[in-house]
């Protein structure tokens, strides 16, 4: 994407990630809803840029409310978020896993087609109003509902336990194991930084021993346990995204602010399966993308947050961006580099299995965290920012790599 | 007639109550589960409920439903293997459904007897009374037109005893599940002298495709798990006694079952388990056992007297706790029975007294809950028992006493030939019983 106009995101707001893991959830009990979540995320953006009479246009990004929870529609509950919110122009996108980032990217275009100097947008799944053996037929939407019938009960989990299973016999048991362990550990433990990740209560003593748990295909799926998979989540996030007219309309300062200096969007044939199920060859072509049109190389990224739905998603993520070659990233994470006080600290608040996988929020998450970072804002989860790296990148991943948008940020002072 | 034709007829005894309930369901999925085979299309497979009343039965169907369900929901990766030849059936929740459907389908609630003369199987689940079992046997046996096998849930009637009575020439074998048989784990199989062989394998193969775990046990009254239980029970009962002249009943039962549980690291305290399992059930299990044991006196009068005033324990038919020895608010004790005054008392009116009675729990305690999944409990239970060696406390004191009684139970079991071996009698408290350790061990020698 050709970015003909500086273009900054501002003024984040993250709702708690809500499911299993959290002292405050419990199964049975009522829970906020959809029209809660979009309320508290979208008012915590408003509140920080001057209210809604800033707000040129709403993008919400949701994959599957019409199944979680009945509901469609999404873009008319942001006049229920403010009253000020009211005749705006309002858009609703979906992009399964992906979305998030692509409410991001509307919003982008939004501003650089100059219809809007100001883009609230906002991110929202409810997944917890089903068990996750139902959840799991919603989810498998983001496939090809052709290959619903023949596919696992647990239809994602199976597909990247395919890809992990190829993964293993090409690369090695242990090793990969052993790495997506550690991708586990560090995911729980950046998460107990942050007290509204899914994962914040965690207080498990062994996280090796729990990540290297031998999967069991009679109860869950062949290549993959429980821990190497992101949770059900329910949630938003919300940020601005603005113009350098609009940062001064809601008169926020320029240390306040991340510049958006590249976005990559790559697609894949939904119908067709990987061409090598140990690659993320859509992703690599997305980071490829944004990298270029920021012109930089990954060796400038002071963080990442990338799409680890499941460990080895993280472990190929590590590979598609280029910080190993194929078949390297299990080291190149056994080596630490990719934990918080490694070379290059990826997901610093947990994660999709740390933080949590709220599927459409994901995307919007991932760019307040790296807005957060970038900006010091991140409390005790705070990372430091090099001053010859400048840089973050988030990749946001919809089905099997299929839609994709990276993105890649920039410290403003 | 294999394994799967076996099982196109069956009929559950007494399938409204607490165990036949659970016995109905894990045979209907597995008959179904045969009949849902692509070489078993076509054939007929028929569950018969029986059980007396129609209202029980309507309760039963509705029971049912709920559990399918749960269990559907729990062997989705099995059932979409099932049904992979069904292209209507594509989202976990549709399959779900039609499995649900399936089952349901095979199950004929009855109220009459003469629906066993069609079946090859009664798995038979009505009262505990020897009496009963033998009238109901016998009058399936006469009438039958198969040569049915009988595989009765007693948990303490001598199995060759019921052969005998009822004539039925070793076609019977005790299948003994544990409450509630849908979730326990257990199964003891109990062998009667003259049992035919083909009964035995033909459970073997039952029990092992329920994922659950076979433990034999001689055939002698109350097998080992009663076996066990029944003196375990009456030894807490012995330990009131010797409170009773200092504290009053029910600071006695507070103690006693405050020592069981949380001293001895347990699920619960033997008066919580005798409430769970019914006062009137473990009155009738040793009276059940009381003539074949010599000896010892398997008899309490303190449960013939609170059932004279009709304190039975038990539960509801949705898994609620009646009020026994303990009154319970949410599943949780909140007051004991006191005998005496006919009523109960707060726990809260003595808790304090009694628990400074019964000094501090020694160092290394941790709750029954985190030892008994935990990958390193033996060390864990090791030291604990040995920091209890060394307390002087009242409490340590009493849970010693009951530990080396419970081994002593267990050791005789074995000796006097109810159990083939320690690690069975192990297996069954730990297993039927949810207890982190068995009773057979080295932590207090």
């Given at each position: 994407m050709k970015l003909r106009r500086k273009v900054y995101m501002v003024a984040g707001y993250n709702t708690i990630s809500m499911g299993s893991g959290r002292k405050e959830f419990h199964p049975k009990k009522p829970r906020p809803g959809l029209e809660e979540y979009m309320k508290e995320a979208g008012q915590g953006v408003l509140q920080q840029i001057g209210g809604a009479a800033h707000v040129d246009e709403c993008v919400v990004g949701n994959f599957i409310a019409a199944r979680y929870n009945k509901q469609a529609n999404l873009a008319a509950f942001f006049p229920f978020i403010d009253e000020g919110l009211k005749y705006k122009p309002c858009i609703r996108v979906e992009g399964a896993c992906g979305t998030g980032a692509l409410a991001l990217a509307t919003g982008v275009k939004s501003v650089l087609a100059e219809t809007a100097e100001v883009v609230l947008v906002l991110g929202v799944e409810v997944q917890n109003s089903v068990k996750a053996v139902y959840g799991a037929d919603i989810l498998a939407a983001a496939g090809w509902y052709k290959e619903r019938k023949k596919g696992h009960a647990h239809f994602f989990p199976g597909k990247f336990s395919e890809r992990a299973g190829a993964y293993y016999q090409k690369f090695g048991y242990e090793k990969t194991r052993e790495a997506m362990a550690v991708w586990y550990k560090n995911a729980i433990e950046n998460a107990?930084?942050?007290?509204?990740?899914?994962?914040?209560h965690n207080t498990s003593p062994d996280l090796l021993g729990t990540g290297m748990m031998k999967p069991n295909p009679h109860a869950?799926?062949?290549?993959?346990?429980?821990?190497?998979c992101s949770k059900v989540s329910d949630g938003a996030s919300a940020i601005a995204v603005v113009s350098e007219e609009g940062l001064k309309r809601c008169g926020i300062p320029l240390s306040e602010a991340v510049e958006i200096k590249g976005v990559g969007m790559a697609e894949y044939d939904i119908t067709k399966p990987p061409a090598d199920p140990t690659r993320l060859e859509t992703t690599s072509v997305a980071v490829g993308k944004a990298l270029e049109s920021a012109g930089i190389s990954k060796e400038d990224l002071a963080t990442v947050e990338c799409h680890d739905c499941f460990s080895i998603a993280g472990v190929m993520a590590v590979e598609a961006i280029g910080f190993a070659e194929h078949g390297k990233g299990a080291d190149f994470v056994l080596a630490g580099n990719t934990s918080r006080n490694g070379k290059v600290p990826f997901n610093?608040?947990?994660?999709?299995?740390?933080?949590?996988?709220p599927t459409g929020a994901t995307g919007v998450h991932q760019a307040v965290t790296i807005w957060e970072q970038l900006t010091g804002k991140?409390?005790?989860?705070q990372i430091e920012i090099p001053a010859d790296r400048p840089y973050g990148l988030s990749i946001n991943m919809g089905g099997d790599d299929k839609t994709l948008v990276s993105i890649v940020y920039k410290k403003t002072t | 007639m294999n394994y799967e034709e076996k099982l196109q007829q069956v009929l559950v005894l007494g399938a409204a109550g607490k165990m036949g309930s659970g016995i109905l369901l894990l045979t209907s999925m597995e008959m179904a589960d045969i009949s849902l085979k692509p070489e078993n299309k076509g054939k007929e497979y028929i569950i018969y409920a029986l059980d007396v009343s129609q209202q029980a039965l309507t309760g039963l169907m509705k029971y049912i439903r709920v559990q399918l369900v749960k269990a559907a929901e729990k062997k989705i990766n099995v059932l979409r293997n099932l049904y992979a030849d069904r292209n209507d059936l594509i989202d976990n929740a549709e399959i779900i459904d039609a499995y649900v459907n399936d089952v349901m389908n095979i199950i004929r609630p009855v109220t009459t007897i003469e629906s066993a003369y069609e079946a090859n199987i009664i798995f038979e689940a009505a009262s505990e009374n020897p009496d009963l079992k033998v009238k109901l046997f016998s009058q399936i046996n006469q009438n039958s037109k198969t040569e049915p096998w009988f595989f009765t849930n007693t948990s303490s009637i001598p199995i060759g005893y019921l052969d005998k009575e009822a004539g039925l020439d070793g076609r019977i074998l005790g299948v003994h599940f544990y409450n509630p048989p849908a979730v326990q784990k257990l199964v003891e199989v109990i062998k009667a002298e003259n049992s035919k062989p083909e009964l035995s394998e033909f459970v073997t193969r039952f029990i092992k495709n329920m994922r659950k775990v076979e433990v034999p046990s001689y055939d002698f009254a109350g097998f080992i798990g009663n076996g066990h239980f029944m003196r375990d029970a009456l030894f807490g009962m012995e330990l009131l006694d010797r409170l009773t002249g200092q504290y009053s009943f029910p600071e006695a039962v507070y103690m006693v079952n405050k020592v069981s549980q949380d001293f001895m690291i347990r699920p619960m305290g033997i008066f919580q388990l005798i409430d769970y399992v019914g006062i009137d059930v473990c009155q009738f299990i040793m009276k059940v056992m009381k003539p074949h044991v010599k000896n010892e006196l398997i008899h309490s009068p303190l449960l013939d007297k609170m059932m004279d005033l009709n304190v039975k324990g038990g539960q509801y038919f949705d898994g609620s706790q009646k009020d026994g020895f303990l009154k319970y608010e949410k599943g949780r004790p909140v007051a004991i029975y006191d005998i005496d005054k006919k009523s109960y008392v707060p726990i809260a009116d003595f808790a304090e007294k009694c628990d400074a009675a019964l000094g501090s729990l020694p160092a290394g305690h941790a709750p029954w809950r985190a030892v008994v999944g935990n990958r390193a409990k033996d060390a864990l239970l090791r030291e604990y028992f040995n920091n209890m060696k060394q307390s002087d406390s009242k409490g340590a004191e009493l849970a010693l006493d009951y530990l080396r009684r419970s081994k002593e139970i267990g050791e005789n079991l074995v000796k006097e030939k109810v159990a083939y071996t320690p690690e069975d009698v192990n297996t069954v408290l730990l297993t039927g019983f949810f207890h982190a350790y068995g009773p057979i061990n080295d932590y207090i020698n």
């Open positions: 107990r930084l942050c007290p509204t990740a899914q994962e914040f869950f799926v062949e290549s993959l346990n429980v821990f190497d610093t608040t947990g994660g999709l299995i740390g933080w949590g996988h991140t409390g005790d989860a | -």
